[in-house]
């Protein structure tokens, strides 16, 4: 009998160096990051952790219950393992914060994570779309550029204007991403 992937826990299939979006999420969605000081903490630690572990982010999008980014792997190809291990300290060091913050040492904060190999360049674009565009889809506000913790206002500002306009471009309706919070 073929082994089959457990529905509740998302497969990590990084055998292989490339573009991937990954999503997570704090246990039960509780919004544990909510607020200025504890959103900035959590955006610059996902990035500084990504450049240790040598993930280039593209798009990024951070809030108090979960995140969402579309990154590079490492340029070796074996190295695209490091995902987990850029997650795991990541997750760990955050919980760890926000944890003696509230003064509840222990308390588990993060649920999983979800990935996803881009291997098509329509699915790329749309997810960059996707990312950049999510303060939007959450009520956030009007604007993903006026969102202070992703990646929008960044993107529009140094990408070459036929980039955006070629990303922006991507429907992103019909989406299956993980993000009901």
């Given amino acids: 009998m073929a082994k089959q992937d457990w529905a509740h826990a998302p497969a990590h299939r990084l055998s292989e160096g490339g573009v991937y979006m990954v ?3 704090t246990v039960s969605k509780v919004a ?3 607020g200025k000081e504890r959103l900035t903490q959590l955006c610059r630690g996902l990035l500084r952790y990504a450049a240790k572990h040598e ?3 593209e798009a990024w999008a951070v809030f108090a219950n ?4 579309v990154g590079h792997s490492p340029k070796a190809m074996d190295h695209a393992n490091s995902l987990r291990p850029f997650l795991s300290e990541f997750h760990r060091r955050s919980a760890r914060w926000i944890n003696k913050l509230d003064q509840a040492p222990g308390r588990q904060v993060w649920h999983n994570y979800w990935d996803t190999r881009l291997s098509y360049e329509r699915s790329y674009l749309a997810r960059l779309h ?8 959450h009520g956030l506000v009007a604007d993903a550029k006026d969102y202070p913790w992703c990646s929008a206002a960044e993107f529009r500002s140094r990408a070459r204007p ?3 306009k070629t990303v ?3 429907p992103i309706d019909r989406l299956r991403i993980e993000d009901d919070y």
Avoid: C, D, I
């Fill in 66 to 69: 979960h995140y969402h980014f």
């Fill in 32 to 34: 544990y990051f909510q």
């Fill in 162 to 164: 036929a980039r955006v």
């Fill in 130 to 137: 996707y990312v950049h565009e999510n303060p939007v889809k």
């Fill in 55 to 57: 993930w280039r982010l």
């Fill in 23 to 25: 999503t997570a999420a």
């Fill in 168 to 170: 922006y471009s991507f």
